[in-house]
Structure formats: structure tokens, C-alpha cells
């Protein structure tokens, strides 16, 4: 199955960056992960038709801010570093998969992607816009899980994981805020930040806040995340 995976663009090295977890990850679930490049400014990209004609389900990953005019706000003085190439090329992307079904699993900056996407909202920045938020950026090793979080029961990530109850890494400092359209929150961190979102009429829309590509390893919950996203693929071509 071709999984395409989104990346970010190094322009001081002038290289596309993806961490190899991601990659790790896809091919130990059976997957071929393909990865997609943003396009530079003023260049004319293929279209977000064209990119998903030739693969079997999506991966949004993680990575810098979202810009908040994508959601109709002005930026905070925390917001963080942008990148108009990849809102530009993802957003689109996103609404596409979103209008053929196509299999997606977002992590991070792609669950929030995947939700601004879908006419919903983000807190820009956790630390000034929640109270007692807990601490979302880690001082731990990736693959480590910090805080708990609670899986809604009977949501399709209850059954994937296994568990309403999971610990999961953080490394963020914007979340969903408004949920968008279509959308049901599937997990919450205990300070009430969404942990994850599902599409329970799609074949398999997830979008989760935290790493599950960084945690493979150490968690067959999080293995099984990528696992579900290959089988699903699998099915929906042999249809």
C-alpha cells in the first residue's frame, strides 16, 4: 500500500525533512511510505487531485505552526514559526482526501491541519490560552510518554488502542480548539486539551496530537495506529 506522507522543506540545507520515525513506522506496518514535498512560493504545484490519484491513504506530519488566518485569526505574540508553503500545499491536500474518503492518519501539526481543513479552530498557543494546561513540550526522550489520556469509549480509536486509558509523548503547543464539522473528539488530555479527533461515518479519518511514530518501539498501541491506517488501505482497494 502507498501511504504518502507530507514533509517540511530545510531551506538553510536545502532538503526535505521527515524524521525517520515516520518512515520506520509506515514499514513496519506493512506499508510503502511515500513522501510528498511542499512546493516553493510562486511555483505552480500539482494539484491535490493529482498527488492523491496515485496513493492508497495519507499521513499529514508534524511540524511547525499553523497559521491562524487559515481559521479566520489574527496571530498571538506566542505563535510560532510558520510555513505559508506547507499550509498551502496540505490544507488542500487535506480536503481532498477528506472528500474522497481516502484513509488519513494526522499526527500533531497534521491533526490540526486536518481539522482547520474542515472549517474547524486551534488554540495558537496552549500556555496563554488554557488554564492549567499541562506540560505539552516534553523535556523527555521522544519515544517516552508523558501525561495520560482518556479515549472516548466505543470511538474507533478505543478499539484500535485497545485501552480508554493511554499514555502518550508531547511535543505541541497549539491543539484543537473548535471541532470541526463531521468531527467528534475521540481523546482528551487531563487538563481538557483534545488529544484526538475521528470522522466516525469515514472509513478511517484520525487525527491524534501526540507522537505515535516516535513510539512504535515501545508501544504496540501506537504500532497498531499505523497498522490499522495500512489495513484499511488494503481493504478499501480490493473493494
Not at 497559521?67 to 505559508?84: C, I, K, M, N
Not at 482518556?150 to 478505543?158: A, C, D, G, N
Not at 487538563?191 to 515501545?218: C, N
Request: with cysteine; net charge negative; proline share 6%.
Amino acid at each position: 500500500m502507498k501511504i504518502g506522507i507530507t514533509t517540511s522543506k530545510n531551506d538553510q540545507a536545502n532538503t526535505v525533512d521527515l524524521a525517520m520515525d515516520y518512515i520506520d513506522a509506515i514499514r513496519l506496518a506493512g506499508g510503502l511510505p511515500l513522501l510528498l514535498p511542499s512546493y516553493p512560493a510562486g511555483e505552480e504545484p500539482p494539484s491535490a487531485r493529482e498527488i492523491l490519484s496515485g496513493l492508497d491513504a495519507l499521513i499529514l506530519s508534524g511540524g511547525c505552526d499553523v497559521d491562524p488566518g487559515h481559521f479566520g485569526e489574527e496571530p498571538l505574540p506566542a505563535l510560532g514559526r510558520v510555513s505559508p508553503e506547507r499550509d498551502c500545499a496540505e490544507i488542500p491536500l487535506a480536503k481532498e482526501a477528506l472528500r474522497r474518503d481516502l484513509p488519513i492518519l494526522a499526527i500533531c501539526r497534521g491533526a490540526q491541519v486536518l481539522n482547520v481543513a474542515a472549517g474547524g479552530s486551534l488554540y495558537q498557543d496552549l500556555y496563554s490560552q488554557v488554564g492549567g494546561a499541562l506540560q505539552h513540550l516534553q523535556k523527555a526522550p521522544r519515544w517516552h510518554g508523558v501525561h495520560s489520556i482518556s479515549v472516548i469509549r466505543e470511538s474507533k480509536l478505543e478499539r484500535i488502542l485497545g485501552s480508554t486509558r493511554v499514555t502518550v509523548n508531547s511535543i505541541h503547543h497549539q491543539a484543537v480548539k473548535e471541532v470541526a464539522g463531521g468531527f467528534q473528539i475521540a481523546a482528551r488530555a487531563p487538563d481538557g486539551v483534545i488529544e484526538a479527533i475521528e470522522m466516525p461515518d469515514a472509513t478511517f479519518i484520525l487525527g491524534v496530537q501526540w507522537h505515535p511514530e516516535s513510539m512504535v518501539r515501545h508501544d504496540a498501541g501506537m504500532l497498531a495506529l499505523f497498522s490499522e491506517l495500512v489495513r484499511v488501505a488494503k481493504a478499501r482497494t480490493t473493494v
